[in-house]
């Protein structure tokens, strides 16, 4: 869903900055997006992890402890992720300056940052909302995912045999070395390098995607996002994991069921338009000469 005319700022007048942390080249980038915040009256909350901003102005806040009207990232999608895996708040909007290898998920570059984020401080941009999938097992529930829950063996090399329900109903059976559930953004991630297929942001669907299934046993399924799944492990002795976005791991035990459904959360992007097939097109599509 794309919200026009969004209220960026509030009373708070508060941004939340957050960088890669192993790239020192994205200091500099930092420094300009702090002092142009500062010089706007706005106040500057910096992840003393990652980002080293020398403006005295400047608040050193955990990201968890944050309580800001946006985040600014530097770093690309797994900064992102990570982000969004530690706030307190993952609907907090977030401005996203791709310094990463693909930076599917960021809005700006560092050379058009500055220019951006005036426009977006007085308004002229967009919200996209992005659906997150809630999971877990049984009475425990483990943390949203903007792009998938991937269930895994918990011993390397070792196949996983599921039982697939859907709303109850079995659909599928068979063996592989994982299966995730995806949401539209996270189809044009891992999910697409697993052979599933990319869905659009407006589709309101789900994408159940097998990993290396051996012969074919389980199939990628698209389902309604108001369904929920069920990978049921029914192989005595074969312990999974439960991976959420790459970011966090819970332990799944043999004959246990992992439930995934669409969250009430979202995830919000502030974005200069509704620009979704230019990214598509311009980064994940390969070029050759």
């Known amino acids: 869903m794309i919200e026009e005319n ?4 509030t009373d708070k007048r508060t941004v939340g900055l957050i960088c890669r942390p192993d790239r020192p080249e994205i200091e500099q980038i930092a420094n300009q997006i702090a002092e142009f915040l500062i010089s706007h009256n706005i106040d500057v909350q910096v992840d003393p992890g990652s980002c080293n901003v020398l403006h005295k102005k400047a608040q050193p806040t955990l990201i968890e402890k944050m309580d800001v009207d946006f985040v600014v990232t530097i770093g690309g999608d797994g900064t992102i992720l990570y982000t969004l895996s530690t706030l307190k708040n993952r609907e907090t909007p977030l401005f996203c300056i791709n310094k990463g290898t693909v930076g599917f998920l960021t809005e700006s570059d560092t050379e058009s940052a500055i220019t951006s984020l005036e426009k977006v401080l007085e308004g002229e941009c967009i919200i996209e909302h992005n659906i997150n999938i809630n999971s877990g097992v049984g009475e425990r529930t483990f943390e949203e995912a903007l792009n998938e829950v991937y269930v895994v063996s918990k011993i390397p090399g070792r196949l996983l045999t599921f039982q697939v329900f859907l709303d109850g109903v079995q659909v599928d059976y068979g063996r592989a070395d994982g299966a995730m559930l995806a949401t539209p953004v996270g189809s044009s991630a891992y999910a697409l390098a697993a052979g599933g297929s990319i869905l659009a942001p407006n589709v309101n669907g789900l994408i159940f995607v097998p990993v290396c299934p051996p012969r074919f046993e389980l199939k990628s399924i698209v389902i309604p996002d108001r369904s929920t799944l069920e990978l049921e492990l029914v192989k005595p002795g074969a312990p999974g994991l439960a991976i ?10 043999p004959l246990e069921t992992v439930w995934m459904k669409k969250s009430k959360v979202e995830t919000r992007f502030i974005r200069m338009y509704d620009n979704y097939y230019d990214r598509l097109n311009t980064r994940l599509v390969p070029r050759t000469l």
């Open 244 to 253: 959420i976005d790459g970011q966090r791991r819970w332990d799944v035990e």
């Open 6 to 9: 969004p209220q960026i700022l």
